[in-house]
């Protein structure tokens, strides 16, 4: 097999395999309500309180996004303050992960 064939059926192998593990609704509302427990952490509260209440908004919070399907990847996109700036979230999910694009925690 030449050096070409291997590279194309590797490239082959690699797109089909960002397809498959592209994230869909369901796992992205999954990572929010992680998240977001992980970061009521924070409050002082007990483990079991945190992991309620960052349940509950993170179940809310993953209404609110958009789904915009690339195939091999998924962008959500947010607009927590409506029509205000400052508000806006989006992030990249692809091969089962996911990663924040924009975040207003990130403006100054």
Known sequence: MSPGR???????????LLYVLNPDVDRFQEYIQEETAK???GLGTTS?????LGRAAGEIASDAFDREN???ASIYEADLNG???G????FLGIAGWFFVL????DED
Do not use: H, K, Q, T
């Open 39 to 41: 970061r009521a952490g």
């Open 102 to 105: 924009d975040s207003p925690l």
């Open 6 to 16: 291997i590279l194309f059926v590797g490239l082959l192998l690699l797109v089909g």
């Open 48 to 52: 079991f309180l945190n992991e309620r």
């Open 83 to 85: 029509r205000m700036p």
């Open 87 to 90: 508000g806006e979230w989006r």
């Open 70 to 72: 690339l195939y091999l």
